[in-house]
């Protein structure tokens, strides 16, 4: 007998990752990951931490030099990252 409200698996899934608010942490954590993907390996080397706190994203950097480097691309950084994602997740990016 088949029931006539089936769902797909992925929906559920889906579903249950908005309503517990996991969804948002999960894209923070696709984001974190996407770092090095996004600036090199020479830079993600001299990057110390990243934290994601109430839409900004706070980099710890042990180079001043990739520092400003990294002020003029904060824009392009921020709008590449949320894009991935899908959503604006980091509504602003700051270098320490």
Not at 24 to 37: F, Y
Not at 40 to 52: F, V, Y
Not at 70 to 92: D, Y
Request: charged share 35%; proline share 0%.
């Amino acid at each position: 007998m088949r029931r006539s409200k089936t769902q797909n698996i992925g929906e559920v899934i889906k579903t249950y990752l908005q309503q517990s608010g996991l969804d948002r942490r999960l894209k923070e954590v696709e984001i974190i990951n996407s770092w090095e993907d996004l600036v090199g390996t020479m830079i993600s080397r001299r990057t110390k931490k990243i934290e994601l706190k109430n839409g900004k994203m706070i980099i710890y950097l042990q180079s001043s030099v990739v520092k400003n480097e990294l002020m003029m691309l904060r824009e392009t950084l921020k709008n590449t990252l949320n894009e991935k994602v899908g959503e604006e997740i980091i509504r602003e990016i700051i270098l320490r």
